[in-house]
């Protein structure tokens, strides 16, 4: 994406730490303030082709799909994504991308943002949304309209190493575009919070 007058953060985080609840919250935050913002659920440009083309029939099916097929999608999704925020920030703005900087597949851990995808993004910051391992446990587990089983299933040591795997992967993709690395954490009833800590990281790119 051009730099010119469009900032661009790719919000990672681990399933269950609340990424969409935090980006939906700066996102009114920037309206009030006047700035135009456009929020892209990578999942769900790579949903939209898998499921055009018969491969999956809910999201949580795409991270169990063929690597190389994955990866197509991916791609497709970057390019779109990239497409669509020029169109729609002419005037310059805010995107958000919604995505992961790792996925946990069924061919191992998979980097989200790997350089065909951080570089059709071209982000300015990589935020890693976190919250206390046993609030994401919880949340995964009380969440019915996901099926997220297969990422919990050693319990809360897992998600610590995904934790883990998330801040390594989303430092590796950083690095490929020089992009920062910004850590949040999102505790449980302070998402305004959280909101307001990467706002003022984008008064500062
Ligand atoms: P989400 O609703 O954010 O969990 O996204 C749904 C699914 O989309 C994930 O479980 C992944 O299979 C896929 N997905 C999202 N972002 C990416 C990405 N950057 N690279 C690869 N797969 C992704
Ligand atoms: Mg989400």
Redo the contacts with the bound molecule.
Sequence with gaps: MEKANIKTLIVTGI?GVGKTTVINELSSILKVKGIQSFIA???DY??KTALTEGLVSS??Q??KLPHRV?IRL?SLAARSIAEEARRKLIEGGIVLV???AI?KTSSGLWP??PSH?VTELNPDVIVVVEASPEEIYRRQSEDRTRDRKDIQEKGIEEIKELLASARYAALSSAVLVGASVLHVLNERGKVKEAAESILRVIDTI
């Design positions: 399933p659920n990578f999942g790579m949903l999201r949580d795409i991270r994955q991916q919604d995505t992961h996925v989200g943002l995808v």
